[in-house]
Structure formats: C-alpha cells, structure tokens
C-alpha cells in the first residue's frame, strides 16, 4: 500500500474521532470564588450583607469571610482570599443563565472548607438545581483536616427529554445547629454532551470528513493507476 495513502486514511481516522469526541463546557457562575464584598483583613468576615450573585435563606446567618492568618484556615482560602460562611440550617444560591440541556452530563465541584476553633463543620450539602427544583444532592463523607480545604463532586446526567424554560442552579447548605457553619469555595460547574439514543448514525461533520476522505483516497488511486 503507498505511503502517503496510508497516511492520508489515518489522519482522516484522527480527524473523524476527535470531531466525534465529547468535551467539558464550563458554564459561567457569578461570583465563585466569593471575592465580592472584600470582607477586609485577614480573619474578618462580612454579616448582614448580600454576597453579590448569591441568594441567601438569611443574610445574617452567611456571609464571606477572609480566610488568610487568623481565620481559622492556615493562611489563605481555595481560591483567593475568601470563601462563604454559611451557619445553622441555612443556605445560599445561584440560579445560572445556563438552561437544563437534555442528554448531558453535569459535574458540579466545590471546596469545602473545615474552619479549626469555636465553629466546626458539620455536614456541608452542595445541590445542583433546575430553577429551584433539586436535581440531586451530594455531601463529603470525610471532612478536611482541621484548617484545610477538600472538594465535593456531584454528577448529575440529564434524561432524553427536559422542561422546556428551565434554568440551572447551584444551592450550598449547613445542614448543622446553629453552633455549627460550613465553608465553601471555588465553585465550579461543567457540562458534557452525551450520546444520544441514535447515536449510531454520524453526525454530518464526521460524514462529511469521511466523505471527503474516501473522495481523495479515489482520487490518488486512480492517479497512481494512470501513472503505473
């Protein structure tokens, strides 16, 4: 077999599995890593005041808090200096401008952190939500050492068929007494496409590209057969 033929039909395999391969989509959330408001120095925290793109049961039980020396957290938060303080049964949430998408698979990601001194985490529970429906829920069996930050992930695979006119959302809880807070940062959400039920057909892109290359494959066969 000529070389370049060869060639030519694996870079045309290539190019039909990478236009066929699924990628993760981050979907923009406002505020995520909890840098707005700037609760100030170090150990300081914000109370009473809406944390910007974030909803909240009560604005006196959550806040943002400064997570460098002092705080409870060694020296700084996940990502940046902050991360939200959510204390009692409370929570705070987003509604996302992303829509629930049928046959996709959603990965939500977010650190947790465990504040060492008078406040401990209990139980954090993160929801991915469409509108204000919880699609599912997911907590962390084992907490962070004392000062540390871990992650929680949630994976949530949508059906063939969604509500039409519905809206992703991310909801971060305490689910302790009110001696309890639970910590969150870097919050994170992805979306994958799925294969769909026909999935044994080729989409158009790959069709075309095989097109193509069975075209060009003709063609320097038969140019080779007339220069033979």
Known sequence: MNR???RLVILISVLCAVHGTAYAL????TNYSFENPDPGDPGSWTQGIPIPGWS?????MTGVINAGPTSGFGNTASVGENAAWVQGVNSIWQILTAPLLANHEYTLSVDVGNRSGSFWTLNPIIELRSNQTVLKSQGIS???DDGTFGTINL???????VPLGEFLGIALLNTGDFWTQS????VRLDATALGSPTA???EPGTMMLMGIGVAVAAFMRRRKMKDA
């Open 4 to 6: 370049n033929f060869l």
């Open 26 to 29: 981050p979907i923009t959330i």
């Open 56 to 60: 909240s049961t009560d604005d006196n």
């Open 142 to 144: 084992v907490l962070p």
């Open 155 to 161: 994976v949530y695979q949508s059906g063939n068929f």
């Open 183 to 186: 910590h969150f940062d870097n």
């Open 200 to 202: 044994a057909t080729p």
